[in-house]
């Protein structure tokens, strides 16, 4: 009965309007389906503070240390103290800290920086974070007991939890009461656009639109030193042709007059019809492989980062097709210093690429 | 450049890029009936164009009575130009490629958790063309394939949804202009001056003409539970799978959005395509790109990128959590850092001002640091958490002026110096600083990145 009246009413409106203007889910018919249970489960994985969310498990100390050793170390150094990376994890907080729930070193100006540990409030945070996007190049590709682990290994680098502890979702409330920063948030601002957090404070500065007179004479207080003049490359290059204004020449000092013929300036400018040679094209195709395998993750053109540089490699390994391909498939570790290399999946194909192309020389 | 500068108008180089003896010679040889010759010639010039086009000859009129610009006619105005769909997706002029998004050297180790900067220098309007967008990348970007992208709804809900993108496109649109700024836009300068032109001091900041489907529209289709439903979780589907809380508040205004377009097309693989989020006046990190799944709950959710990042340290050793606001800024862009001015007499002062709160109201102008201001005019209409351009005339006599611009938003705020900002915020928050810029002309016309006591 209820049924159809509904869909004598629904045909009503129809026959009227001519739209289908019914409330709630028939107001957009044949848009979106209901989500099955597995679906949701796929892909809802955010863990909150108060560990709505976390899956039941856990993982020790002990096995954290070798999942670290295997697949974070490199990029976060052994101790999660590495700064070459990313910003160091680990340090910068203590036994009191523990106890008082701020990070006492937060408040010294002279501390020079600031570690993921001396930060983050919530341990839901870490356990969340390791889950959804570490390692760096394999995302999600760890088990639940190894993201227990690796968290509880770097709970452990903090003096949180001790050597033999076992991180489980039994405990993680307990852990999160020895948090070193758990007391350092607050949301008693006027930045978050919403109540939600009770507070709807007033902006924190009220300067006021005065036109005349308003401060003594400026005096420049900061600018840059002459030594970073071009620390940003040439400035020429970096600015329309035409217009009111054009790019500094930062090659040259200020105040030197540039060459009147043909300024420095002017080669970039000019590259944007640059043939692609057949030994371009080469190299341009290693170079889409080298990102598409996430090489560049650990390696950079000219500078070293966790790996050597892609020119150092070249400059080393010259004409080394068949060692560089294995190297590139197998991984190692001595060649370049203590951190090693994984191996890495990729087909031969591709190993062979990227190897011919460093061992001609790494051009770009 | 003193030599430039000192003796007048800027002109090019005759004929644009071939010499007088070249023309002469192309002419003689025409005459002879060698045309490859003359092909090859021009193409020859062509390529290497844009060299003297930078030039900055500063000769009056010339000798032989007239421009030889004018005298002379181009070959582009004697002969047959390209045909239509030469390109199929048109491209910039060959003489803009110093026009280009950068990374700011030395600020991050890889490319995959990185920022490039736009270049505010070289941009007119409010409009940010979509392949000069800034930027920002938590664990590299991708290009998806819409046929394969979803977005489930699920959480405080009657319904788990899910969505496909043709779907999305299928529901009612909206098409917004909206600025979206990085959080830690000018981090760099908190202490000191750091990095020369306002690219990177203040490239971090875009505004696109967003289309997509209000949020509100796809909560309601799911059920959502609007009252106890205070916070909304948005998550991506790169493999960082950025997670940001956003207000339900904000949602129930009816501005925050699913966005597929930016300036008339899909958004650009960088900007998320096919589905990124859209919540004006709040800072990038929360725009969550390639948008997968939107959470409805009851408490924050505190994200690697609300807890551990874009948390703003105060001088007591607290972090302030879910700073989320842009806060009213402005900035001169031109003249900026790294410019030259190329001589005295008039110029057009012009730069950009946003506020996360509402609309501009109001950008006044000094070139004595501060210390007297003029009103811009700006140009209209002016949108809510939009980029405003405004502009101000300016005769430039020669002496060193400090440009400075400050905006006022329809709060009644009025973007605060370093002094007062660092009052309250010390010099080590990194995000959000929307203090006053600076910009030193000196007598060279070489403009510099200062800060004034």
Same mark, same amino acid.
């Given at each position: 009965?209820? $049924?159809f009246?509904?869909?004598?009413?629904?045909?009503?409106?129809?026959?009227?309007?001519g #739209?289908?203007?019914?409330q709630?889910?028939?107001?957009?018919?044949? /848009?979106?389906r209901?989500?099955?249970?597995?679906?949701?489960?796929a #892909?809802?994985?955010?863990?909150?503070?108060?560990? !709505?969310?976390?899956?039941?498990?856990?993982g020790? *100390?002990?096995?954290?240390?070798?999942? #670290?050793?295997?697949?974070c170390?490199?990029?976060?150094? /052994?101790?999660?103290?590495?700064?070459?990376?990313?910003?160091p994890?680990?340090?910068?907080?203590?036994?009191?800290?523990? !106890?008082t729930? $701020?990070?006492a070193?937060?408040?010294?100006?002279d501390?020079p920086?600031?570690t993921?540990?001396?930060?983050?409030?919530?341990?839901?945070?870490?356990?969340?974070?390791i889950?959804?996007?570490?390692?760096?190049?394999?995302?999600?590709?760890?088990?639940?007991?190894e993201?227990?682990?690796?968290?509880?290994?770097?709970?452990?680098?903090?003096?949180?939890?001790?050597?033999?502890?076992?991180?489980?979702?039994?405990?993680i409330?307990? *852990?999160?009461?020895?948090?070193?920063?758990?007391?350092?948030?607050?949301?008693?601002?006027?930045?978050?656009?919403g109540?939600?957090?009770?507070?709807?404070?007033?902006?924190?500065?009220?300067?006021?639109?005065?036109?005349?007179?308003?401060?003594?004479?400026? !005096?420049?207080?900061?600018?840059?030193?002459?030594?970073?003049?071009?620390?940003?490359?040439?400035?020429?290059?970096?600015?329309?042709? *035409?217009?009111?204004q054009?790019g500094?020449?930062?090659?040259?000092?200020?105040?030197?007059a540039?060459?009147?013929?043909a300024?420095?300036?002017?080669?970039?400018?000019?590259?944007?019809a640059?043939?692609?040679?057949?030994?371009?094209?080469?190299?341009?195709?290693?170079m889409?492989?080298?990102q598409?395998?996430?090489?560049?993750?650990?390696?950079?053109?000219?500078?070293?980062?966790?790996?050597p540089?892609?020119?150092? /490699?070249?400059?080393?390994?010259?004409?080394k097709?068949?060692?560089?391909?294995?190297?590139?498939?197998?991984?190692?570790?001595?060649v #370049?210093?203590?951190?090693?290399?994984?191996?890495?999946s990729?087909?031969?194909?591709?190993?062979?690429? /990227?190897?011919?192309?460093?061992?001609s020389?790494?051009?770009? | 450049?003193?030599?430039?500068?000192?003796?007048?108008?800027i002109?090019?180089?005759?004929?644009?890029?071939?010499?007088?003896?070249?023309?002469?010679?192309?002419?003689?040889?025409?005459?002879n009936?060698?045309?490859?010759?003359?092909?090859?010639?021009?193409?020859?010039?062509?390529?290497g164009?844009?060299?003297?086009?930078?030039?900055?000859?500063?000769?009056?009129v010339? =000798?032989?009575?007239?421009?030889?610009?004018?005298?002379?006619?181009?070959?582009?105005?004697?002969?047959?130009g390209?045909?239509?769909?030469?390109?199929?997706y048109?491209?910039?002029?060959?003489?803009?490629?110093?026009?280009?998004?950068?990374?700011?050297? @030395?600020?991050?180790?890889?490319?995959?958790? &990185?920022?490039?900067f736009?270049?505010?220098?070289?941009?007119?309007?409010i409009?940010?063309?979509?392949?000069?967008?800034?930027?920002?990348?938590?664990?590299?970007?991708?290009?998806i394939?819409?046929s394969?992208?979803?977005?489930?709804?699920?959480?405080?809900?009657k319904t788990?949804?899910?969505?496909?993108?043709?779907?999305?496109?299928?529901?009612?649109?909206?098409?917004?202009?909206?600025?979206?700024?990085?959080?830690?836009?000018?981090?760099?300068?908190?202490g000191?001056?750091?990095?020369?032109?306002?690219?990177?001091?203040?490239?971090?900041v &875009?505004?696109?003409?967003?289309?997509g489907?209000?949020?509100?529209?796809?909560?309601?289709?799911?059920g959502?539970?609007?009252?106890?439903?205070?916070?909304?979780?948005?998550?991506?589907?790169?493999?960082?799978?950025?997670?940001?809380?956003i207000?339900?508040?904000?949602?129930?205004?009816?501005?925050?959005?699913?966005?597929y377009?930016?300036?008339?097309?899909?958004?650009?693989?960088?900007?998320?395509?096919?589905?990124?989020? %859209?919540?004006? @006046?709040?800072?990038?990190?929360?725009?969550?790109?390639? +948008?997968?799944?939107?959470?409805?709950?009851?408490k924050?959710?505190?994200?690697?990128?609300?807890?551990?990042?874009? %948390?703003? +340290?105060?001088?007591?050793g607290?972090?302030?959590?879910? =700073?989320?606001i842009?806060?009213?800024?402005?900035?001169v862009?031109?003249?900026?850092?790294?410019?030259?001015l190329?001589?005295?007499?008039?110029?057009?002062? =012009?730069?950009?001002?946003?506020?996360g709160r509402?609309?501009?109201?109001r950008?006044?102008?000094?070139?004595?640091?501060?210390r007297?201001?003029?009103?811009?005019?700006?140009e @209209?209409?002016?949108?809510?958490k939009?980029? =405003?351009?405004?502009?101000?005339?300016?005769?430039?006599?020669?002496?060193?002026?400090? %440009?400075?611009?400050r905006?006022?938003?329809?709060?009644?705020y009025?973007?605060?110096?370093?002094?007062q900002?660092?009052?309250v915020?010390?010099?080590?928050?990194?995000?959000?600083?929307?203090?006053?810029?600076?910009?030193?002309?000196?007598?060279?016309?070489?403009?510099?990145?200062?800060?004034?006591?």
């Amino acid at each position: 009965m209820f $049924r159809f009246r509904k869909a004598v009413l629904t045909a009503a409106l129809l026959a009227v309007a001519g #739209w289908a203007s019914a409330q709630g889910v028939t107001k957009f018919p044949g /848009i979106g389906r209901e989500a099955t249970p597995k679906e949701v489960a796929a #892909w809802d994985i955010d863990v909150r503070p108060d560990f !709505k969310g976390l899956p039941a498990g856990s993982g020790s *100390v002990a096995k954290g240390q070798d999942v #670290w050793e295997g697949k974070c170390a490199h990029c976060h150094g /052994i101790f999660g103290e590495s700064g070459e990376v990313f910003s160091p994890l680990v340090g910068g907080t203590t036994a009191e800290d523990i !106890k008082t729930g $701020r990070v006492a070193n937060l408040q010294r100006t002279d501390y020079p920086g600031r570690t993921t540990l001396m930060k983050v409030a919530t341990v839901s945070t870490l356990w969340d974070y390791i889950n959804r996007a570490m390692p760096w190049t394999a995302p999600k590709s760890l088990t639940t007991e190894e993201v227990y682990a690796v968290t509880a290994f770097l709970l452990n680098l903090g003096g949180i939890v001790p050597d033999n502890f076992v991180l489980s979702d039994k405990n993680i409330a307990e *852990v999160q009461k020895r948090m070193p920063n758990r007391n350092g948030m607050t949301t008693d601002h006027a930045m978050w656009p919403g109540k939600e957090f009770g507070k709807g404070a007033k902006p924190d500065t009220k300067n006021v639109a005065c036109m005349k007179d308003c401060v003594p004479e400026a !005096k420049v207080a900061s600018f840059l030193p002459d030594y970073a003049r071009n620390a940003h490359g040439n400035l020429a290059e970096q600015n329309r042709l *035409v217009g009111a204004q054009r790019g500094a020449d930062t090659t040259r000092p200020e105040g030197t007059a540039p060459a009147t013929s043909a300024p420095a300036a002017a080669p970039a400018a000019a590259k944007p019809a640059a043939k692609a040679d057949s030994a371009g094209a080469d190299n341009k195709a290693a170079m889409a492989l080298t990102q598409k395998h996430s090489c560049t993750a650990c390696h950079a053109m000219s500078n070293k980062l966790v790996g050597p540089s892609f020119q150092e /490699i070249a400059k080393k390994h010259a004409g080394k097709v068949d060692y560089l391909a294995g190297k590139i498939k197998a991984g190692g570790s001595g060649v #370049w210093g203590p951190v090693p290399m994984p191996a890495q999946s990729l087909s031969d194909a591709d190993a062979k690429t /990227i190897a011919v192309w460093l061992s001609s020389g790494a051009g770009k | 450049m003193q030599d430039a500068l000192s003796s007048g108008r800027i002109r090019k180089a005759p004929e644009n890029f071939l010499n007088k003896d070249g023309i002469k010679t192309v002419v003689a040889e025409a005459k002879n009936g060698r045309r490859d010759f003359i092909r090859n010639a021009f193409a020859a010039a062509a390529a290497g164009a844009a060299v003297p086009a930078a030039l900055a000859q500063g000769n009056p009129v010339p =000798t032989e009575g007239g421009d030889p610009n004018i005298l002379n006619l181009p070959e582009h105005s004697k002969g047959l130009g390209q045909g239509v769909a030469t390109e199929g997706y048109g491209k910039p002029s060959q003489y803009e490629a110093n026009v280009q998004r950068r990374q700011s050297p @030395g600020l991050t180790q890889t490319t995959q958790a &990185s920022v490039s900067f736009a270049p505010l220098q070289s941009l007119f309007g409010i409009i940010t063309p979509s392949g000069l967008h800034f930027e920002r990348h938590h664990q590299g970007w991708w290009d998806i394939d819409p046929s394969k992208h979803r977005l489930m709804i699920n959480g405080m809900v009657k319904t788990n949804k899910v969505f496909t993108m043709d779907e999305i496109m299928r529901l009612p649109s909206v098409s917004r202009i909206h600025f979206i700024e990085c959080g830690a836009n000018t981090a760099v300068e908190w202490g000191n001056v750091a990095v020369p032109t306002v690219q990177y001091t203040h490239g971090m900041v &875009s505004c696109s003409e967003f289309t997509g489907v209000p949020l509100i529209t796809l909560l309601e289709l799911a059920g959502a539970d609007l009252k106890n439903g205070k916070f909304v979780l948005a998550e991506g589907a790169d493999g960082s799978s950025m997670t940001r809380t956003i207000p339900m508040e904000l949602i129930k205004s009816g501005e925050v959005f699913v966005a597929y377009g930016q300036n008339g097309e899909m958004l650009r693989p960088e900007q998320g395509y096919p589905l990124r989020l %859209i919540v004006p @006046g709040v800072q990038g990190v929360s725009w969550v790109k390639y +948008l997968r799944r939107i959470e409805v709950g009851d408490k924050p959710y505190a994200a690697k990128d609300e807890a551990v990042h874009y %948390i703003d +340290l105060m001088p007591n050793g607290l972090h302030r959590q879910y =700073t989320n606001i842009q806060e009213c800024k402005s900035v001169v862009t031109t003249p900026s850092g790294g410019q030259v001015l190329l001589d005295k007499g008039f110029y057009n002062i =012009t730069g950009l001002a946003w506020s996360g709160r509402g609309k501009v109201k109001r950008v006044d102008v000094s070139v004595d640091g501060g210390r007297n201001w003029r009103t811009a005019r700006l140009e @209209g209409p002016v949108q809510n958490k939009a980029l =405003t351009r405004f502009n101000i005339d300016w005769v430039w006599d020669g002496k060193p002026a400090i %440009i400075q611009s400050r905006a006022m938003d329809d709060t009644g705020y009025v973007q605060p110096t370093y002094k007062q900002l660092r009052a309250v915020r010390g010099t080590r928050s990194i995000y959000h600083n929307n203090a006053i810029q600076s910009w030193l002309v000196q007598e060279s016309g070489e403009v510099k990145n200062v800060q004034v006591s």
